[in-house]
């Protein structure tokens, strides 16, 4: 059984920081690509960014990058999610993704694999 589990969400101001992190178990972590996305209320859920399996490549989509920064460490089976100079629309449940292949993807059916979520909340 698989499992992924977020952690460090919470609310905070315009401009602060806060990091995700998401702990996996179940599967040899270090074999696969990994993935955070969010959903707002009301909205699909969309692509933030993802890692390959060694952690050598990364992609963001446009509205985080230069802002936020994923990066894994597979001696802890754990991703993490930078997020600095936060804006009220990054406000969403995110998401981490285990996925079916070893590198960085933006698709969400090429995840099998999800946590629960954590909510971050952004105020103006």
């Known amino acids: 059984q698989v499992q992924l589990v977020e952690s460090g969400g919470g609310l905070v101001q315009a401009g602060g920081s806060l990091r995700l992190s998401c702990a996996a178990s179940g599967r040899t972590f270090r074999f696969y690509g990994m993935g955070w996305f969010r959903q707002a209320p009301g909205k699909e859920r969309e692509f933030v960014a993802s890692i390959n399996l060694s952690g050598t490549f990364t992609d963001y989509t446009d509205s985080v990058k230069g802002r936020f920064t994923i990066s894994r460490d597979n001696a802890k089976n754990t991703v993490y999610l930078q997020m600095n100079n936060l804006k009220p629309e990054d406000t969403a449940a995110y998401y981490c993704?285990?996925?079916?292949?070893?590198?960085?993807?933006?698709?969400?059916?090429?995840?099998?694999?999800w946590g629960q979520g954590t909510q971050v909340t952004v105020s103006s």
């Open positions: 993704a285990s996925s079916l292949t070893s590198g960085a993807s933006r698709s969400r059916p090429l995840y099998n694999y």
